[in-house]
C-alpha cells in the first residue's frame, strides 16, 4: 500500500476560506444568463471603478513585462498625505490580508495567542493556525469590549488582538472613545491591529466611529493599522491593502513580506484611485442611501438586522428561516448573498447594490418568503 504524505499538523484542522460565489460558476450550475444574475456576497463595490483608474491601467499595460517598484514610492507617498504620515509607517500588501498575515507571523507562535471577536474576518482564524497560534474568540458574537479585556487580563500569553472596525461579516462597529479606552489597557508589548477595511464607511456614517491611522499609531505605537482598496474604491481584482504602524513596527512586517508582492498595474490602479476621492464619496453616499431601502424592507417583513457601518447589511432570521436554505433559493433564482451559517449565525449578508439591482433583491426574497 502507498504511503499517504503527511503534512505539517496544524493544518489539518483548519477550513479553507471561501469567497463568495462567482458569477461564472452560478451560469454553468443553473443556466442563468450573466446580465440576469446580481452578485451582492463580496462587498464589491457595486459602482464598479474610477473611470481614471480605467484609463490609468490602459496606459500603462506595456509596463507588465516590468518587475513593479518594490519601494512602492508612488502609492506610498499618496497614502502618507492622505493620512498624515511617513511612507516609514507604511506597507503594502496584495490586499489587507496579507498585511494580516504579517502581522501575525511576526508577533504570535505556538505559545503566544491570538484575541478575536466570536465573529469576525475568518483570515485571522487561518492565518493564526497555519502558525499553530492559539485562537481565543469571545463568547459574544460582535465586539464586546468588557469580554476582550476580561479575555486578555486572564490570558498574559496573548501577542495580537484584532479589532475588525467595522466588523465583517457581521457590520457592527465601535466608537472611536471605546477603541482608545480599550487599547489604553493593554499592554505595550501586545500588538492591536485595527482592521478598517470598511472604515471610509464607518467614517461617513457617523463621525464618531472615525479611526484617524495617524492619531491612533500616534496614541498607541503598538498599534497598527489596516486599510484596503478593495471595497470603496473599487478594486477587489486588484488586491491592493496597506498597513500604518510605528516605524518599528513596519520595519518588524517588512522582515516577513515577500519581494514584488504588489503587481505593477495594481499599483497604478490603487495610486490613481487615491487621487480620486470625489468617486469614493459618491459611492459611499450611495451606500448609506440604498442602504435604508433594505433597513425598511427588513421592518416592513420583521426580520432582524445588524445597524451596519459598512457596505453591507446582515439580516438575522428566527426559527422560521434557515439561512443556508433561503440563501439557496436565491441562487437558484440568480441571486448571489453571503450565507452566515459557516459563522454559527442564522443569517445572510447582502452586500449593498445599484438600485436595480436591490429592487430585483427585494422582488425576489419577497416571493421566498412567501413561497
Known amino acids: 500500500m502507498e504511503k499517504k504524505m503527511q503534512f505539517n499538523p496544524e493544518l489539518a484542522e483548519i477550513k ?4 463568495g460565489k462567482p458569477i461564472e460558476l452560478v451560469m454553468r450550475e443553473y443556466g442563468i444568463k450573466e446580465e440576469e444574475i446580481v452578485k451582492l456576497a463580496s462587498n464589491e463595490n457595486p459602482n464598479g471603478v474610477s473611470p481614471k483608474v480605467v484609463e490609468a491601467v490602459q496606459n500603462s499595460a506595456h509596463k507588465m513585462f516590468m518587475y513593479p517598484d518594490d519601494a512602492m514610492v508612488t502609492l506610498k507617498s499618496g497614502l502618507a498625505k492622505q493620512f498624515g504620515v511617513t511612507q516609514e509607517n507604511l506597507i503594502i500588501g496584495a490586499g489587507s490580508d496579507e498585511v494580516i498575515n504579517f502581522a501575525i507571523r511576526a508577533k504570535a507562535n505556538p505559545t503566544q495567542k491570538v484575541l478575536t471577536a466570536g465573529v469576525t474576518f475568518a483570515m485571522y482564524d487561518i492565518y493564526a493556525k497555519q502558525i499553530a497560534a492559539p485562537v481565543i474568540k469571545t463568547t459574544s458574537q460582535q465586539h464586546d469590549l468588557a469580554e476582550f479585556l476580561a479575555l486578555y487580563k486572564a490570558n498574559p500569553d496573548i501577542a495580537v488582538i484584532f479589532l475588525c472596525l467595522p466588523n465583517n461579516p457581521l457590520g457592527e462597529s465601535l466608537s472611536r472613545a471605546e477603541v482608545y479606552e480599550f487599547i489604553a489597557q493593554v499592554d505595550t508589548e501586545t500588538l492591536v491591529v485595527v482592521d478598517g477595511a470598511y472604515q471610509e464607511y464607518a467614517s461617513y456614517k457617523d463621525s464618531d466611529y472615525k479611526i484617524d491611522p495617524s492619531d491612533l499609531i500616534a496614541t498607541f505605537p503598538n498599534t497598527l493599522y489596516l486599510g484596503t482598496f478593495s471595497k470603496a474604491y473599487g478594486l477587489g481584482g486588484m488586491r491592493v491593502g496597506y498597513g500604518i504602524g510605528a516605524k518599528e513596527v513596519i520595519d518588524t512586517l517588512y522582515k516577513v513580506r515577500p519581494p514584488f508582492n504588489v503587481t505593477t498595474l495594481s499599483l497604478v490602479a490603487a495610486t490613481t484611485a487615491l487621487e480620486d476621492q470625489a468617486f469614493v464619496n459618491e459611492a459611499v453616499a450611495l451606500n448609506f442611501s440604498e442602504m435604508e431601502r433594505y433597513e425598511t424592507f427588513a421592518k416592513e417583513n420583521k426580520i432582524d438586522f445588524i445597524k451596519s457601518y459598512t457596505n453591507f447589511i ?4 428566527n426559527e422560521n ?43 425576489t426574497f419577497t416571493k421566498v418568503l412567501t413561497a
Open 16 to 19: 479553507t476560506y471561501e469567497g
Open 321 to 363: 428561516l434557515n439561512s443556508k436554505e433561503v440563501a439557496q433559493l436565491l441562487l437558484k433564482k440568480g441571486i448571489i448573498v453571503r450565507d452566515l451559517t459557516s459563522y454559527g449565525v442564522n443569517a445572510i449578508r447582502i452586500t449593498i447594490g445599484t438600485p436595480t439591482q436591490n429592487s430585483k433583491f427585494f422582488e
Open 314 to 317: 446582515t439580516l438575522i432570521f
